[in-house]
């Protein structure tokens, strides 16, 4: 069984999109319209994301006019969408729209998954989600030199550092790589 792995951009202040749900801010820094080889999960055969960040995508990119922009990011990948609403499908691509709490659906994530790791794209509160069933195994962000005065926060949970342990930190062009492993709540070293 794979590892579940919640891996997204952030500003310096802990925001992944501005208060518009735009993640513009980010396409704006040097590398952050095409980041470095190694800032995405190799692994990961499948996707997770919400709502919000699939209907972002889908308006930022166009990708509904333009499918083989799906493939750019999500390749054929299944990607799992939580949402309570009917939205659109690219041409060709493998979306199945979830609803209902994260620990209803993983079992389905999980089979689609097989050996290998479940990207959680975004955002923050369904990685929360994931977090608060003791699911998620890993939280990397590549941090923007970027501040905004709200948005959409990176995790919007209290974690205590004794659940997280740093495993690294690169700098990546003007990003900096922060890779922390999620401890279970009853771990102790």
Same mark, same amino acid.
Not at 1 to 8: K, Q
Not at 53 to 78: I, S
């Given at each position: 069984? %794979?590892?579940?792995?919640? #891996?997204?951009a952030t500003t310096l202040n /802990?925001?992944?999109?501005?208060?518009?749900?735009?993640?513009?801010?980010?396409?704006?820094?040097? +590398? /952050?319209?095409? =980041?470095?080889?190694?800032?995405?999960?190799?692994?990961?055969?499948?996707?997770?994301?919400?709502?919000?960040?699939?209907?972002?995508? @889908?308006?930022?990119?166009?990708?509904?006019?333009?499918?083989?922009?799906?493939?750019?990011?999500?390749? #054929? $990948? =299944?990607?799992?969408?939580?949402?309570?609403?009917?939205?659109?499908?690219?041409?060709? &691509?493998?979306?199945?729209?979830?609803? %209902?709490?994260? &620990?209803?659906?993983?079992?389905?994530?999980?089979?689609?998954? /097989?050996? +290998? #790791?479940?990207?959680?794209?975004? +955002?923050?509160? @369904?990685? %929360?989600?994931?977090?608060?069933? %003791?699911?998620?195994?890993?939280?990397?962000?590549?941090?923007?030199?970027? &501040?905004?005065?709200?948005?959409?926060?990176? @995790?919007? $949970?209290?974690?205590?550092? #004794?659940?997280?342990?740093?495993?690294? &930190?690169?700098?990546? +062009?003007?990003?900096?790589? @922060?890779?922390?492993?999620?401890?279970?709540?009853?771990?102790?070293?």
């Open positions: 069984m %794979g590892r579940i792995l919640y #891996d997204t /802990g925001w992944i999109a501005d208060e518009n749900n735009s993640l513009s801010w980010l396409f704006e820094v040097d +590398g /952050g319209d095409h =980041p470095d080889e190694g800032l995405f999960p190799s692994g990961a055969s499948v996707l997770v994301e919400g709502s919000t960040t699939y209907e972002w995508l @889908l308006a930022q990119e166009d990708v509904l006019a333009h499918p083989e922009k799906w493939q750019e990011f999500h390749g #054929d $990948r =299944p990607t799992f969408v939580f949402t309570s609403r009917d939205l659109p499908v690219p041409e060709g &691509a493998d979306v199945r729209f979830v609803s %209902g709490s994260v &620990a209803e659906v993983l079992p389905s994530i999980r089979e689609a998954a /097989g050996d +290998g #790791d479940i990207w959680v794209v975004g +955002g923050g509160d @369904l990685a %929360g989600q994931f977090l608060d069933i %003791g699911a998620l195994d890993e939280i990397a962000l590549s941090v923007a030199p970027v &501040a905004l005065t709200g948005g959409a926060p990176v @995790l919007p $949970r209290r974690i205590e550092s #004794d659940r997280l342990r740093l495993v690294s &930190a690169t700098a990546f +062009g003007q990003f900096a790589r @922060l890779v922390y492993r999620v401890e279970s709540a009853s771990s102790k070293d």
